[in-house]
């Protein structure tokens, strides 16, 4: 069972899952409420995480529609009787994936539509947690992050010593730098990021020693 990491009252699990090892984001706050973040694969397992921390799960989330970050989406919204969100400037991507996936050779199960819209500035809440939406283009035209007390679930924005890539359809590298710039060094220091692969990092680690963001 993975532990998760406490920051105050905020509690996080990252769960690397299928074989881009995408990291699926399991928030809650005190109260055992909160989000699912980007389920990319391996549904059982996600599923054996959210059942095994007690949370209950208010909805899906997803910083944005490439196929990994996706791939598990379908299942989990039936196993837990919750609504998927998304920000639409990504949903053709999202009904790409299966399309996507074809072309690496890898499995996928396409979902059904999200059911509602992400928009920055919206706020989630979940018993005691709160989460506000930012909006990140770049990396793809609809991405989004998720700012909590301590904590920011970056989805494939910002990484330990790297950024998203900008070379996939709809990437824009001048866009996602002035993004991480605006929404994602503007926060303190000790903020904890949870990017949507590899380990998780700070806002201030980022700032001092990412290559990127010199």
Do not use: C
Not at 50 to 55: E, I, L, N
Not at 60 to 83: K, S, Y
Not at 87 to 113: C, E, M, T, V
Request: proline content about 8%; hydrophobic content about 40%; charged content about 15%.
């Amino acid at each position: 069972m993975i532990q998760p990491k406490q920051h105050g009252a905020v509690r996080v699990w990252s769960l690397p899952t299928g074989p881009l090892q995408e990291n699926a984001v399991l928030v809650a706050g005190a109260q055992n409420e909160g989000f699912l973040f980007d389920p990319g694969d391996d549904a059982e397992r996600i599923l054996a995480l959210v059942r095994g921390a007690g949370v209950t799960v208010r909805g899906i989330l997803l910083t944005h529609a490439h196929f990994d970050h996706i791939g598990a989406v379908q299942p989990l919204r039936e196993a837990l009787g919750v609504p998927v969100w998304l920000h639409p400037a990504d949903l053709p991507l999202y009904r790409l994936g299966a399309a996507s996936a074809a072309r690496w050779n890898l499995p996928f199960s396409q979902p059904a539509d999200p059911e509602h819209e992400l928009r920055g500035g919206q706020t989630f809440t979940a018993g005691d947690l709160t989460l506000t939406v930012r909006e990140l283009p770049g990396h793809s035209p609809g991405h989004v992050v998720f700012v909590g007390d301590g904590v920011v679930v970056a989805g494939d924005t910002l990484f330990q010593g790297g950024i998203g890539r900008t070379d996939l359809p709809g990437g824009n590298h001048r866009q996602l730098l002035a993004g991480i710039t605006r929404e994602l060094l503007s926060l303190p220091d000790d903020v904890a990021v949870y990017p949507g692969h590899g380990p998780a990092t700070t806002v201030g680690a980022e700032r001092r020693s990412n290559p990127f963001l010199r």
